[in-house]
């Protein structure tokens, strides 16, 4: 296999051929020396859980861009995240967050995220048509996040489009001075805003939760200011970006299967498995990097210390070694007791994945259930973003 072969306009439509013939190329395959993917479902879930694969996130990026280049606030800020970090001090900093997230999680969660979707619904219902991607899909979990951390709805939209551009560090397509630049910027913004609401929730805290984040502590230990900003710019982006596409991902995939969606009015039960089989079938999150920190043995392939390994777990979640007839959204399928990649595994699984789950269950039962006549009008003519890692379309187009 090329890297051409995962940059093509085709590949962005529907990668899932491409993970195919990856996976019949071997358990993991060379894309040059010393880098290597693998859409093996086996490879994949061992190394996320193996701790000599880890993060080499600014080492990566400066061998790309140089030195001064990765001197700015877009990539600073992403090496300062919990994604980005190694033990001892990924421990310490989940652990953190971990506290604090759960701290703030509270029995009415369901409650608001069904609130906010109902409300969506009522501005949408008299409309009858119109694109529902910025609208519904990422209108909900960005209210969502906003009123997690106490900030004006207002304001959201504005982070939100400063956020889709820091983005694209993550992206292993490569960016132009300008894009670069662009970031800082977007970045630079994002530091302001929130270093500010930062110094106003410390004067002024709250039951939000970036006042939790400020006020956690775990042995002693607590989040230092950069910890914070960082982490926060993360639960921010993490918190809408990929469940709005989640979200428009699943519309997508269960708009050719109506008869699930009959089901699931008749039986709200079924609701959760629905959430679970289109994560596994088209999730938002397509690929994860890891780098080696000492030799290894990975299926008779010897890898040597600061090899990357770009693990797809788009392609993972429909190996057919692991799930029957992958390529197909199923709700009888009898391999329940294996999890899909959707949320990572190991030490990097998601924080926020209960969370996500809840919020994508709440927005399709709620436009089931209050749009019955709901249609998309674009779904042979959908255009899809030109990213690797966070997969996801530029419109979605209905009609009810």
């Not at 701790?51 to 400066?62: D, H, I, P, S």
């Not at 490569?174 to 500010?196: C, K, V, W």
């Not at 290894?296 to 993972?316: E, R």
């Amino acid at each position: 296999m090329q890297i051409s072969d995962l940059m093509s306009p085709n590949f962005f439509s529907d990668p899932y051929p491409v993970y195919d013939q990856m996976r019949e190329a071997g358990s993991l395959v060379a894309l040059g020396p010393g880098t290597w993917m693998t859409g093996s479902y086996a490879v994949v879930d061992a190394l996320l859980r193996d701790r000599r694969a880890g993060k080499k996130y600014m080492e990566r990026v400066t061998s790309v861009y140089g030195e001064e280049a990765v001197k700015g606030e877009l990539f600073e800020a992403n090496a300062n995240t919990l994604l980005q970090m190694n033990p001892p001090v990924h421990s310490r900093l989940r652990r953190l967050l971990a506290k604090a997230f759960n701290a703030y999680q509270v029995k009415s969660f369901t409650a608001t995220a069904e609130s906010v979707a109902d409300r969506l619904i009522d501005e949408l219902t008299p409309k009858g048509e119109g694109d529902i991607l910025e609208k519904y899909a990422y209108a909900l979990p960005l209210e969502i996040i906003c009123d997690m951390m106490d900030i004006p709805p207002s304001d959201g939209p504005m982070l939100s489009r400063a956020g889709q551009v820091a983005t694209r560090s993550v992206e292993p397509e490569l960016m132009t001075p300008a894009d670069i630049e662009e970031g800082n910027r977007a970045i630079s913004h994002f530091q302001s805003y929130f270093n500010d609401l930062v110094r106003k929730r410390r004067l002024q805290p709250g039951s939000d939760l970036i006042s939790v984040l400020l006020s956690t502590e775990d042995e002693g230990e607590s989040l230092t200011d950069a910890e914070i900003f960082s982490n926060v710019l993360l639960l921010f982006l993490a918190g809408h970006e990929t469940t709005a596409n989640m979200i428009s991902n699943a519309i997508i995939a269960l708009h050719d299967h109506p008869e699930m969606i009959a089901r699931a009015i008749a039986d709200e039960s079924l609701w959760p498995a629905i959430v679970s089989e289109c994560m596994r079938y088209d999730n938002s999150i397509q690929v994860t990097v890891r780098a080696l920190m000492e030799d290894v043995d990975i299926d008779g392939h010897q890898l040597k210390k600061g090899d990357t390994i770009y693990l797809y777990l788009g392609a993972a979640n429909r190996d057919p070694s692991i799930f029957d007839q992958p390529n197909r959204l199923a709700l009888d399928r009898t391999e329940k007791a294996v999890s899909s990649m959707s949320f990572g595994a190991g030490a990097h699984f998601c924080l926020g994945a209960r969370l996500a789950a809840i919020e994508l269950e709440v927005a399709l039962r709620k436009l089931a259930t209050r749009l019955p006549d709901f249609e998309l009008t674009n779904a042979t003519s959908l255009q899809w973003r030109r990213r690797s890692v966070v997969r996801g379309v530029t419109s979605l187009r209905a009609r009810w």
